[in-house]
């Protein structure tokens, strides 16, 4: 894998053994076997679909669960990991050449070229063509291999290509064009939309004195609804602090403005102009972003019921 998603990765495993952890300490024995809720899915009120999640279609009693992996654990499989710079060609076997090519859709998210004595091989994951956070997928970088195993593209556009359309235009000639079409702008102002809108509907229901729920599955976003959030609460009336509660949220905040290679090219122009390339370090100097190790750490406690009071 990529250094990169090595880095965020190992961030994002020990994030969640910490959150664990506290979870165990605050609302039960550190001893128990399974969770408290588990005791609660034998009454007939519980859906059988939900009995199935949970116990197997064999009722196996939770014997197929497994504890959570530890600190020690996560340590003892970032050690058997070989991460990979950003294009950075490395041998393997003596015998293949792999190199990692910018998807697109992420901070170090990657598809794979690999080049041996017999021929080439590219393998195309899940991609976007434009991102407003992460490097642009690398189309050129895939040009020529003889084998190329296809996952998937994150793109609406590519909804409508069948796949002879994908293998008659990778074939084309005018390869200019075809990256032009693919490199289109408006992808990337369509996920922009997006967030935005997420970001009003966040800001309204805080004016409202009610709360929003937002699942994300990357990293990249996170970032983006950060920054965003921030001007949106900032050119408004509303004097709403943002708190980051993660053990793990100051280290990786500040890891995001060092992988300058792995970033989009308006983000790179920041960097090379004196400022960060994530607008979030700004908001944390200001004190309108508020980062914190638990939810239970007593400056968050002080924040909130500061909060209340103003």
Known sequence: MTEATAKIGQLMMEDLVSMHMEFRRLHGPEDSSFPWWTKNLDGEQVPSVLKNIVFGENGDDLGSWMRLYSLDDVK????????????????YNGTLIIKALSSGLDIGACNWLINGPNGSLSYVSDSIFVSHHSKNYDFHGLKGTDVMI??????????????????????DKNDESLAASLLDNEESLGELEKLAFVCSCAAESADAGGSTLITITRVGIVLQLLELLSNSLESSSLKVPIFVISS???????????????????????????????GHLKFIKDKKIHLFPAIHSPNLIFRMLL???C
């Open 248 to 278: 793990v949220a100051e280290e990786l905040l500040a890891y995001a403005n060092t992988i300058p290679e792995w970033l989009c090219e308006q983000r790179q122009e920041k960097l090379i102009s004196g400022e960060p390339s994530f």
């Open 150 to 171: 296809y996952s998937g593209f994150s793109c609406p556009q590519t909804a409508e290509m069948t796949e002879n359309d994908c293998i008659s235009t990778i074939s």
């Open 76 to 91: 003892s499989c970032m050690k058997k990991v070989q991460d990979v710079k950003f294009s950075e060609e490395v041998c």
């Open 307 to 309: 909060s209340l009071i």
